[in-house]
């Protein structure tokens, strides 16, 4: 295939993927999101609240939930009136969602309209094919009965949804020091934005180091509860030590780091970053989770981070504690032809045609790829 006809393929093959920002908090979260440009995507954000999405909210599109049953007005707590309420509006949700390969639903759980809503948008994304990744926060230990709730949520999140990425409140707090709760909400919401925001980048935009549709399936298909670990590092052994931290600190409780189903890094670093760092810290990923073979990593060049590397760690298929063993979706999302692997393709191609067994010589293959995908 020649270099055109691959470029070709790459623009038409891009996946599409849907940000559904639900209830408040998700709602934050989308909106921080747009404010941070997503070039990939399409992000919609749907409230009972009318005030929240008239004065606060900004997406592609905003979607008023439940219109006669809360009148505008919240779900004040209550999970059963946001199931009711997306059912109201369930035709437009379905069609929100036609043709969408990748859904990423974003909210606080704990309250009413992000809560109920979610496990009916779950299932209209799971009719549509999509793989549906849930990205969710549970409540501070303060909001108890909250909580609760937010259990509950997860384990009935599980049968409809590929991953439900969790980032406990609390454990926010042990990591970002004990802020002002508007503080702690902030850094939740750039913390679940940033993952919708790298993972969309990294698979619709060329990186430095791909990571594909594909690859993010094989991770999180079918993935259950997943953690994530933020990192970052500077100077000597930067990338090894943002891995480490990144590892070290799940925000969620795991029982067991190195039984976790899948691995997916993501490594931001800015132009002096080099491929080599970034091959070191899969190799020492790859250490920390003997028990899987399903590592996937992606990297990206951000020229506003000279010198520091910032690493995200995404562990699926953990067992957490507070939420117990849960029962996850059976049955695989469907596979569209048309949503293939250009720049891995290209990458193969390349280190068919020079195959060799030195690591140096391995480096200068991928560093071409990696030309390849920057000049896109
Ligand atoms: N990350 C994040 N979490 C928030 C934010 N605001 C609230 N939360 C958390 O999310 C939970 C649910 O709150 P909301 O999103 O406001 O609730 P809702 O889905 O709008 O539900 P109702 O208001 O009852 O209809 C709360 O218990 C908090 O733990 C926010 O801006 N960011
Ligand atoms: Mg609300």
Same mark, same amino acid.
């Given at each position: 295939?020649?270099r055109?006809?691959?470029?070709?393929?790459?623009?038409?093959?891009?996946p #599409?993927v849907?940000? /559904?920002?639900?209830?408040?908090?998700?709602?934050?979260?989308? *909106?921080?999101?747009?404010?941070?440009?997503? *070039?990939g995507?399409?992000?919609?954000a #749907? @409230?009972?609240d009318?005030? $929240?999405l008239?004065?606060m909210t900004?997406a592609?599109?905003?979607m008023?939930?439940?219109?006669?049953?809360?009148?505008? $007005?919240?779900?004040?707590g209550?999970?059963?009136r946001?199931a %009711?309420?997306?059912?109201? @509006?369930?035709?437009?949700?379905?069609q929100e969602? %036609?043709?969408t @390969?990748?859904? /990423?639903?974003?909210?606080?759980?704990?309250?009413?309209?992000?809560t109920g #809503?979610?496990?009916v948008v779950?299932?209209?994304?799971?009719?549509?094919?999509?793989?549906?990744?849930a990205?969710?926060?549970? &409540? /501070?230990?303060?909001?108890?009965?909250r909580?609760?709730?937010?259990r509950?949520?997860?384990?009935?999140?599980a049968e409809?949804?590929?991953? +439900?990425?969790?980032?406990?409140?609390?454990k926010?707090r042990?990591?970002?020091?004990?802020l &002002?709760?508007?503080?702690?909400?902030?850094?939740?919401?750039?913390?679940?934005?940033?993952?919708?925001? @790298?993972l969309?980048?990294?698979?619709t935009? &060329?990186?430095?180091?791909?990571?594909?549709?594909?690859?993010? !399936?094989?991770?999180?298909?079918?993935?259950? +509860?997943?953690?994530?670990?933020?990192?970052?590092?500077?100077g000597?052994?930067?990338?090894?030590?943002?891995?480490?931290?990144?590892?070290?600190?799940?925000?969620?409780?795991? *029982?067991?780091?190195s039984?976790?189903?899948?691995v997916?890094? $993501?490594?931001?670093?800015?132009?002096?970053?080099?491929?080599?760092?970034?091959?070191?810290?899969? %190799?020492?990923?790859?250490?920390?989770?003997?028990?899987?073979? !399903?590592?996937?990593w992606?990297?990206?060049?951000?020229q506003?981070l000279?010198?520091?590397?910032r690493?995200? #760690?995404?562990?699926?298929?953990?067992t957490?504690?507070?939420?117990?063993?849960?029962?996850?979706?059976?049955e &695989?999302?469907?596979?569209?032809?048309?949503v293939?692997?250009?720049?891995r %393709?290209?990458?193969?191609?390349?280190?068919?045609?020079?195959?060799?067994?030195?690591?140096?010589?391995?480096?200068?293959?991928?560093?071409?790829?990696?030309?390849?995908s920057?000049?896109r």
């Amino acid at each position: 295939m020649s270099r055109e006809d691959l470029l070709q393929k790459a623009k038409t093959s891009r996946p #599409a993927v849907t940000v /559904f920002g639900l209830g408040g908090a998700g709602c934050n979260i989308a *909106t921080w999101i747009a404010d941070k440009k997503l *070039t990939g995507g399409r992000i919609v954000a #749907a @409230n009972t609240d009318a005030n $929240h999405l008239v004065s606060m909210t900004r997406a592609d599109k905003i979607m008023l939930l439940g219109e006669k049953l809360c009148k505008g $007005h919240g779900c004040g707590g209550y999970a059963e009136r946001g199931a %009711e309420a997306a059912k109201e @509006n369930l035709a437009e949700i379905k069609q929100e969602l %036609e043709g969408t @390969n990748l859904l /990423f639903l974003v909210a606080g759980l704990g309250g009413g309209s992000g809560t109920g #809503a979610m496990p009916v948008v779950a299932a209209a994304g799971r009719e549509a094919g999509a793989l549906t990744i849930a990205c969710v926060t549970i &409540p /501070f230990t303060i909001e108890m009965s909250r909580r609760e709730k937010a259990r509950e949520a997860i384990r009935s999140l599980a049968e409809s949804c590929d991953s +439900i990425v969790v980032i406990d409140n609390s454990k926010l707090r042990e990591v970002a020091g004990n802020l &002002p709760l508007k503080d702690a909400l902030a850094v939740a919401n750039a913390l679940v934005g940033s993952f919708v925001k @790298n993972l969309t980048d990294t698979i619709t935009q &060329p990186s430095l180091v791909n990571l594909d549709y594909a690859d993010l !399936r094989a991770v999180m298909e079918r993935g259950g +509860i997943a953690s994530i670990g933020i990192g970052e590092g500077d100077g000597v052994n930067r990338v090894e030590k943002a891995v480490s931290q990144a590892l070290a600190t799940p925000l969620l409780d795991i *029982t067991d780091i190195s039984s976790a189903y899948g691995v997916l890094i $993501h490594i931001v670093g800015g132009e002096d970053m080099t491929l080599d760092e970034v091959a070191i810290a899969g %190799e020492q990923i790859m250490d920390k989770v003997p028990n899987t073979k !399903r590592v996937i990593w992606g990297a990206k060049v951000d020229q506003n981070l000279t010198g520091a590397v910032r690493v995200m #760690a995404v562990l699926t298929g953990v067992t957490c504690p507070f939420i117990g063993e849960v029962t996850t979706r059976k049955e &695989p999302a469907r596979i569209p032809k048309e949503v293939v692997k250009p720049l891995r %393709e290209a990458m193969e191609q390349m280190a068919q045609a020079q195959e060799t067994d030195d690591k140096q010589s391995r480096m200068e293959i991928i560093k071409k790829a990696a030309v390849f995908s920057k000049e896109r």
